[in-house]
């Protein structure tokens, strides 16, 4: 199971007792803010996305869009989602728990400006019914990410 990969990761860390799994499904946006109490722009969502043939996670806030101008401008390539087959293949995490921690090796990670709003968000851990809740800053330590993009569009705009 992937959430035991993401738990071994936090073991080394030392953060694991962190993780928090719920009794709901978490799967969506919606669900993981009804489990977890919060707005749902908090759930820091990502996204598996095939870019050149190489597989690619953005994290972006919960109420993000993907800008599809932006993504390719940023990507130089079309958004193209994984399927839940090939996400679960090339990412390790299922559709409904993909999350940036303990992914297979090759993939590139990236994180919207959108989260940049929040002090923390809650990403999930790797099944459909958990989540951590992290600043900013660990969110940007544990993801291990390429860097930050601005490829998403907020409802407002």
């Known amino acids: 199971m992937s959430i035991e990969r993401v738990r071994e990761f936090f ?3 030392g953060i694991e007792d962190r993780i928090r799994e719920f009794g709901v499904s978490s799967a ?16 820091a969502k990502t996204l598996s996305f095939s870019v050149n043939g190489r597989p690619v996670l953005v994290v972006a806030a919960g109420d993000a869009r993907i800008d599809n101008r932006k993504f390719k401008e940023t990507f130089e390539a079309k958004a193209r989602m994984l399927t839940a087959d090939e996400a679960a293949e090339l990412i390790g995490h299922a559709v409904g728990g993909v999350c940036p921690f303990a ?5 590139e990670v990236y994180l919207d400006e959108s989260l940049k709003r929040f002090e923390t968000v809650f990403p999930a851990c790797g099944s459909s019914n958990s989540a951590i809740e992290m600043t900013i800053g660990e969110l940007q330590t544990y993801a291990l990410p390429e860097g930050w993009v601005d490829v998403c569009r907020l409802p407002a705009e």
């Open 28 to 43: 969506t946006v919606e669900l993981a803010a009804e489990a977890l109490n919060c707005e749902p722009c908090r759930i």
């Open 103 to 107: 992914v297979n090796s090759g993939v």
């Open 11 to 13: 073991r080394k860390e």
